[in-house]
């Protein structure tokens, strides 16, 4: 019983080990959590397709103020996409999506749609390895088909 309490003491003197970034450690990844996959978006009776989306981004620093600035590892923000048209560089991990007729003359009688959201480096170029190069990651972007219906009164 003596030992542990020589022991004891010696342990809380001991200095705290160096901190670990393991933030350089996680690849970068987007997921596309809202609207579920398996739902399909509304087309209202004026045509317009009006739906809200959410991410979630790990193992970068979501920063949209360093957009248009040159490419830090680690650092960048997501483009949103219709049907390969880039339709918004959201300021939060959550953007309403309001889709005029007109706005996209293939999508106002379209059955179905794709949303792309994707991991852009400041410079809006594709997050889809590191600024020096390397490895694709695996999930800079997340692309979902979804049903259009229409509004049923």
Known sequence: MRSLFVALPLLAACPAPDAVDLGSAIEPSIELLYPPADEPLIRQADGTIDFLVVVDIDGMDFDHDLAGTEPIDGVG??????????????????????????????LDSANEVHLRVSLQQNNH????????????FAAWEAIIAYDIVDETR
């Open 77 to 106: 923000h997501y483009h949103i996409s219709l049907e390969n048209e880039h339709i918004g560089s959201p300021e939060a991990l959550s953007h309403q999506v309001t889709h005029a007729p007109g706005d996209s003359p293939n």
């Open 125 to 136: 170029s594709d997050y889809d390895s590191p600024v020096g190069g390397g490895a694709e």
